[in-house]
């Protein structure tokens, strides 16, 4: 039943949040071309990978493996090492085990644990967790970690702690529903973690999934659970305080609560995994479209938040395909699954408005979860073989990179059996990129075709309109700055909706050859915006006649526009006659109908137009909305800010 079910995603629910959204980080993306001397597995799945050394271990219910470019199969039950850098595989490292291996961890001392499904290793009784010789795979006696009954699916170092996950109710003699601490280096029992988790959905009670900030003083865990402790978690803990009382967190989340729409499966929250700072952590999930749960989706938690009902940071939609793995690694998401979309919550097991196109694999941006420009599919086996199966089991940040575990047998358009890895050799960094964060410079505001009006402006006065010819910018309305970028939308009888979104360099003050943001926002029709801005993440905007003050996800990496509309709260400030949008230096710079430019504090939660600033004015403001105001000056009538072509630049 765990391994089974595929095809189906859930909703997308609007984040509710006492914050602002998290600023744009520098993101270290790994090639999306696997490397071609990985071995390969015959049969099964590869489901765990560690390393020690030079030497790669990898576990899984496979029972045949060979390295890449091999004549024949070497019969290897469930756990093999190869060598790192060339592939061959390490034949002194010969367990023998009768069960799948889950979990791989290392110890402080350089041996290899493993957690699984198995009785006997080496001939000898060691139920579901072992300690093993990392050269000879021969068994350490004395490690005495035990799970007496149950998979062990999840093993976690941390420091000289062991933590374990998994489908057990017994370790080492005592009684651990679900969860247990060892001592890393003995096996030992932690007597002082006692979290209990139980109590299923449905089925089996299980935790799938596990994870320990980098400080080791906070764990997440996720699985076929109601109950933890006593207290109501379902499917989703948090426990904190693991360097003195562990105790569970006042964190809980309802997005788990709600029953999927695919029945077989028992639980839906699949895998989680925190950041590499431990400031949040995400969670994938299979289990079909619900209103108001988190089916098939990826999702992000800030770990310092407490309370309940706690919704997600931002919430990725498949358009009802599963996601079974997750790592958050280099400042990137990586997700694994048997997915065909991602950014697609107006899809249902098709490809709605705004879908992009992931074959089994993808890499999110941590601040908005939209889709970098990563696409190595899970694809490229050849005949005979298994060319797509229903889970990615594991995405794991080794050494040189990303390995995954699935099962089947294609990836990045070759054959790969059960099992590859991304390498960060050959990959990208992608820079922080966001609006332009000086304190003075210049607004451009359009002037008709290929012109524009430069004012100097210093986030309260402005100085002297001067003209500039912009011949690159035609048929534009609302226009905003990413880094060195500007995006427009421009009237475009050609584009699928009317209009379309176009990109230039804009660097010494001058807008370059515009290219089309095609292919994935032919959907969306920007000619409707009637002013723009970008921050943190999101493409903030206003449409003429609304009163409100919209937003969606952008990721600058693709140009890949959000496929949900957000309405950010507001007050006292009427949206629908607002002209051209910038931000400046922590403020709202807009023009309007009536001519005038104002700015008002903005922190990306709400907007309070109370403490709107009128810079200019041509006439005396109208509307409640608006008399109550205060001017700056200088009060000059020109020009008259009614553009939706506005932006701010340093030059």
């Not at 400046?584 to 023009?591: A, H, P």
Request: proline share 6%; with cysteine.
């Amino acid at each position: 039943m765990l391994a089974a079910p595929v095809l189906l995603a859930g909703l997308l629910a609007a984040p509710v949040r006492a914050a602002g959204p998290p600023t744009p980080v520098a993101m270290t993306l790994t090639s999306a071309n696997p490397v071609d001397n990985t071995p390969h597995a015959q049969n099964g799945d590869a489901k765990a990978f560690a390393e020690i050394g030079a030497t790669v271990y990898v576990g899984g219910s496979f029972t045949s493996v060979k390295a890449a470019g091999a004549a024949s199969w070497t019969t290897r039950n469930y756990l093999f090492a190869y060598d790192r850098a060339t592939g061959a595989l390490k034949t002194a490292f010969n367990p023998q085990l009768d069960g799948a291996v889950h979990a791989l961890a290392v110890s402080p001392d350089g041996k290899l644990i493993v957690g699984g499904a198995f009785g006997m290793v080496n001939g000898v009784d060691r139920k579901n967790l072992v300690q093993l010789d990392p050269n000879t795979g021969a068994t350490i006696a004395a490690w005495v970690g035990r799970s007496d009954g149950g998979l062990v699916r999840r093993t976690i170092v941390s420091g000289d702690k062991l933590y374990l996950a998994g489908a057990f109710s017994w370790v080492n003699g005592t009684a651990h529903s679900l969860l247990a601490r060892l001592d890393v280096r003995t096996g030992a029992i932690d007597p002082t973690f006692q979290i209990d988790a139980s109590v299923a959905r449905t089925s089996q009670q299980l935790v799938w999934g596990l994870d320990v900030t980098p400080d080791g003083n906070t764990l997440v865990a996720v699985g076929n659970f109601t109950k933890v402790n006593g207290l109501d978690r379902n499917q989703v803990v948090l426990v904190e305080g693991l360097k003195g009382t562990p105790k569970v967190a006042n964190w809980n989340t309802q997005r788990y609560v709600a029953p999927c729409t695919i029945r077989g499966f028992p639980f839906y929250a699949r895998d989680v995994d925190f950041s590499d700072d431990g400031s949040y952590f995400v969670i994938a999930a299979d289990g079909g479209r619900s209103a108001g749960a988190y089916c098939d989706t990826i999702a992000r938690f800030e770990t310092a938040t407490r309370g309940a009902a706690i919704d997600g940071t931002w919430v990725n939609d498949t358009g009802h395909d599963s996601v079974t793995s997750i790592e958050a690694a280099d400042n990137v998401v990586y997700v694994g699954g048997h997915f065909r979309w991602l950014n697609n919550a107006n899809g249902n097991d098709s490809a709605g408005a705004g879908a992009i196109n992931r074959y089994g694999l993808g890499a999110l941006d941590p601040i908005n979860g939209m889709p970098l420009v990563w696409n190595p599919t899970r694809s490229g086996a050849p005949s005979g073989t298994t060319a797509w199966g229903p889970i990615v089991w594991e995405l794991w940040r080794g050494s040189g990179g990303i390995y995954a575990g699935f099962d089947s047998d294609g990836l990045g358009n070759e054959y790969h059996g059960r099992m590859g890895l991304f390498p960060l050799a050959g990959g990208r960094t992608i820079p922080a990129t966001n609006a332009p964060t000086a304190a003075s410079g210049y607004l451009y505001m359009g002037a008709g075709n290929g012109q524009t009006t430069k004012v100097p402006f210093n986030g309260s006065t402005i100085g002297t309109p001067v003209p500039s010819s912009q011949p690159n910018l035609t048929a534009a309305g609302a226009t905003f700055s990413i880094g060195d970028k500007l995006y427009w939308s421009k009237t475009d009888a050609a584009a699928p909706q009317g209009s379309s979104l176009q990109v230039s360099m804009f660097t010494g003050g001058s807008v370059g050859v515009p290219w089309v943001s095609s292919g994935f926002n032919d959907w969306y029709k920007p000619s409707t915006m009637s002013g723009a801005f970008y921050l943190d993440g999101r493409m903030y905007y206003t449409r003429a006649g609304a009163n409100k003050l919209f937003y969606r996800y952008l990721e600058p990496d693709g140009s890949i526009i959000g496929c949900t509309e957000f309405t950010l709260p507001t007050t006292n400030l009427d949206w629908a006659n607002v002209r051209g949008l910038a931000w400046v230096n922590g403020k709202l710079v807009y023009g309007n109908t009536d001519g005038a430019l104002r700015t008002v504090p903005f922190d990306g939660t709400e907007v309070d137009g109370a403490g709107a600033i009128q810079i200019t004015s041509a006439r005396r403001p109208v509307g409640s909305s608006t008399r109550s105001v205060a001017y700056l000056s200088p009060r000059v009538t020109t020009p008259q800010w009614t553009s939706p072509t506005l932006f701010f630049a340093t030059s």
